[in-house]
């Protein structure tokens, strides 16, 4: 049976939360999890949760440790699994780099992302100069942490 690898992003729990703690991860990288297996505890700003295996597989990368706030969305784990159902979360990584890169100025930004550029007194929009490292080449809030961090050295 083949196998690929998902990027599972970090939940999102409704229009006003828009980043998660990690309170706790129950599993490691090379662990082999089951569907609905607890892999972690998550809190939002109104409750802490656990989290689950979408599936069945072996967990390749945990991107997030205990105290990291993420934004909904980023990426947060990666499976290898055989679950066909999930194939829309197949990792790009390999194909990603591969592929031409598409214009900065298309860029998708996460929630968090337009929030800190704007604090800082930026327009998204206009910033075309700006790594995009998030899922699906979306620019993260630490994509926009580490530029102005850059631009202001």
């Not at 609905?36 to 945990?62: M, N, V, W, Y």
């Not at 934004?71 to 784990?77: A, D, K, M, N, V």
């Amino acid at each position: 049976m083949d196998t690929f690898l998902i990027d599972v992003p970090m939940p999102s729990m409704g229009a006003t939360v828009n980043e998660l703690t990690v309170v706790s991860l129950k599993t490691q990288a090379g662990d082999r999890v089951q569907k609905g297996q607890k892999l972690g505890e998550l809190e939002s700003d109104k409750s802490i949760f656990e989290f689950e295996s979408p599936c069945d597989g072996t967990l390749r990368a945990i991107h997030a440790k205990a105290g990291d706030v993420r934004p909904s969305g980023s990426l947060f784990l990666q499976i290898e699994t055989a679950d066909t159902s999930l194939v829309h979360l197949k990792s790009q990584g390999a194909a990603a780099e591969a592929a031409p890169a598409a214009p900065k100025a298309a860029a998708v930004w996460t929630p968090r992302a337009t929030k800190l550029a704007q604090e800082a007194g930026l327009d998204p929009a206009k910033l075309t100069d700006i790594e995009a490292t998030g899922p699906g080449g979306r620019v993260s809030g630490d994509d926009v942490a580490r530029y102005l961090a850059k631009v202001r050295a």
